[in-house]
């Protein structure tokens, strides 16, 4: 059972930059799968971007593709989520999660695909 705890949330304009964080518990966070998700209010929650356990391959939504990079540190058991040129639809409840299965190249992009979640954080980007 791994831990996460999502932090870097907050208020921006439209147009500035955040890295989110995804600290991890544990020893195993570094042969697992990771995903960011988003959720707004009276949405359901969506894909943003997945990375696979030794960061070589990556995969990013339409929509936040070419302005978000997703990472990761193995050696400090942490996940990444740079946000670059945000824009007021980017605001959500930010979420990290992992899988633990061994899938080789091969990226989830769903919310099943996951089986640990952080708690989220927000960001909220004004017009």
């Known amino acids: 059972q791994v831990q996460l705890v999502e932090s870097g949330g907050g208020l921006v304009q439209a147009g500035d930059s955040l890295r989110l964080s995804c600290a991890a518990s544990g020893r195993t966070f570094s042969s697992y799968g990771m995903g960011w998700f988003r959720q707004a209010p009276g949405k359901e929650r969506e894909f943003v971007a997945a990375?696979?356990?030794?960061?070589?391959?990556?995969y990013y939504a339409p929509s936040v593709k070419g302005r978000f990079t997703i990472s990761r540190d193995n050696a400090k058991n942490t996940g990444y989520l740079q946000m670059n040129s945000l824009k007021p639809e980017d605001t959500a409840v930010y979420y990290c999660?992992?899988?633990?299965?061994?899938?080789?190249?091969?990226?989830?992009?769903?919310?099943?695909?996951?089986?640990?979640w952080g708690q989220g954080t927000q960001v909220t980007v004004s017009s």
């Open positions: 990375i696979n356990w030794s960061g070589s391959f990556t």
């Open positions: 999660a992992a899988d633990p299965i061994p899938r080789g190249i091969v990226l989830q992009t769903t919310t099943m695909g996951y089986d640990y």
